[in-house]
């Protein structure tokens, strides 16, 4: 089963050169870690910042810059800072390429829920609406069953919805699907370890299962 | 040249009033009308309508006029952080109204632009879109369904920016411009308080952010606490 680095890891493939990437709050920012050298992409937070670089070293915080998790970052060279309109302009016009992001749930048919618990939890959907409404190619990255067992990847979300048939690729700790466009989640690759049988039986929704599935390489 | 400015922070809000709409500047507590909080609390000023994409916390920001219960609601994208906010909402207390965050920065840009409305594929089909008009259009080679969304009219706008001219022109330092020009442009009065306040002819005309048309008040700011919410660093 992956840990939240592990996940992470698998996602980093994900990236490729030349790419500009949107990551979310939680494991989608640990994917910046494990991007292969060589791999040369351009992350871009919706507070307006392309070219965002890593933590500042301890003294050289600065308060005016800050990426989307309110936390204090650097620029890279030929970084740039915009408003808040042109940096939704670019995700709604597709220039940005990846979006990878984390979900509470996720349905065979692509919709996505990830900011609201009624009567529980209402911290609001930030920017998640506006990504999985335009981005082209949207990977989350989730926990595929919850503390108490039970499946997260569902025939028809539970929770209130962030998008619609918008989720094309899903890494979990038990592994990589696909959301096939008839609905029903594609098994691609397994978590090392991992049996089929154990994936079964972590999946409320439709799972499709062709030929033998690989254990994956990371 | 139009002089925009204003002796300090009472006479720049000395005409809002109970009940009115403030568009408030910043992401998170980056970027905040620091000074203009302080004096709206000094004021009480009550039943406010704030846009504002997040609430502050619990002891800056707008969270400083939600412990004294003068915001009435509250139209935000992100609220989290913010115990007493929590608390007020779930109590019914406040009214809330969560929005998209790219649909907020747009409504208030389409204000500064004259444009009463935008077409956005932005929580369409989910409770965003409850009571909305949807409409289907092809671009970029795809159709799809877009949501249509008002753009905010406020009776107020108040920003903070790094440098600002006697002429009311504005330049943001940094991730502190975020939500700041868009929401200048929106107010039916636009209050700006600024680091550093200069004489017209000293800013760059190519590197003003926010020209002073939009801005009908300026004051310099005093004591800036400027507040990390995530102090996150590296070793070195």
């Known amino acids: 089963m992956l840990d939240k680095n592990g996940i992470a890891k698998r996602i980093a493939k994900e990236v490729k ?23 040369n992409v351009v992350l871009q937070s919706e507070n307006g910042i392309l070219g965002m670089g890593p933590f500042p070293f301890e003294g050289e915080e600065d308060a ?45 048919n692509g919709d996505i829920a990830n900011w609201k618990i009624p009567g529980k939890m209402v911290k609001g959907m930030g920017g998640a609406m506006d990504l999985v409404a335009s981005a082209k190619n949207i990977i989350v990255a989730m926990q595929q069953v919850n503390k108490a067992g039970q499946s997260k990847f569902l025939p028809k979300c539970e929770l209130p919805l962030t998008g619609v048939r918008c989720v094309k690729k899903v890494v979990t700790e038990l592994g990589v699907y696909e959301i096939s466009p008839q609905g029903g989640f594609k098994l691609l690759e397994r978590a090392p370890g991992i ?8 999946t409320a929704g439709k799972l499709i299962v062709e030929g033998d599935v690989p254990e994956m390489q990371i | 040249m139009i002089n925009r400015v204003v002796k300090n922070v009472e006479e720049a809000l000395k005409d809002i009033k109970d009940g009115n709409t403030l568009m408030v500047g910043g992401f998170g507590l980056c970027g905040i ?81 004259g444009m009463p409305v935008i077409f956005t594929p932005a929580g369409v089909g989910t409770e965003v879109a409850i009571g909305k008009e949807t409409r289907k259009f092809t671009f970029n080679g795809e159709e799809k369904e877009y949501l249509m969304e008002k753009a905010f ?38 209050i700006a308080e600024v680091e550093e306040l200069v004489p017209a002819g000293e800013l760059d005309p190519d590197h003003i952010h926010t020209p002073g048309i939009y801005v009908h008040r300026i004051f310099q700011g005093q004591k800036y606490e400027k507040r990390i919410e995530q102090r996150t660093v590296r070793k070195k």
Request: aromatic share 6%; net charge negative.
């Open chain 1, 64 to 108: 005016d810059l800050i990426n989307a998790g309110k936390q204090t970052i650097t620029l890279l060279k030929g970084s740039s800072i915009f408003d808040s309109a042109m940096s939704f302009g670019m995700i709604r016009s597709q220039k940005v390429n990846l979006t990878i992001l984390g979900a509470m749930e996720v349905s065979e």
């Open chain 1, 195 to 202: 049996s089929v049988e154990q994936i079964k039986n972590a």
């Open chain 2, 33 to 113: 009308p620091e000074n203009c909080i302080a004096e709206l609390v000094k004021k009480g000023v009550k039943n406010l309508t704030c846009i504002s994409n997040n609430a502050g916390v619990d002891d800056f920001g707008l969270g400083l006029l939600l412990q004294t219960k003068q915001i009435k609601k509250m139209i935000s994208s992100y609220v989290g952080e913010n115990d007493e906010f929590e608390r007020q909402m779930l109590s019914g207390e406040l009214e809330v109204e969560l929005v998209p965050q790219g649909t907020l920065a747009t409504r208030c840009m389409a204000s500064g632009y």
């Open chain 2, 153 to 190: 009219e406020a009776d107020f706008a108040i920003v903070k920016a790094w440098k600002g001219d006697t002429a009311g022109n504005l330049i943001y330092n940094s991730t502190a411009r975020n939500f700041n020009p868009l929401m200048a442009m929106a107010g039916r009065i636009t």
């Open chain 1, 17 to 39: 050169d030349g790419m500009f990437v949107n990551l979310g709050i939680g494991i989608p920012t640990l994917v910046a870690n494990y991007i292969p050298e060589g791999v």
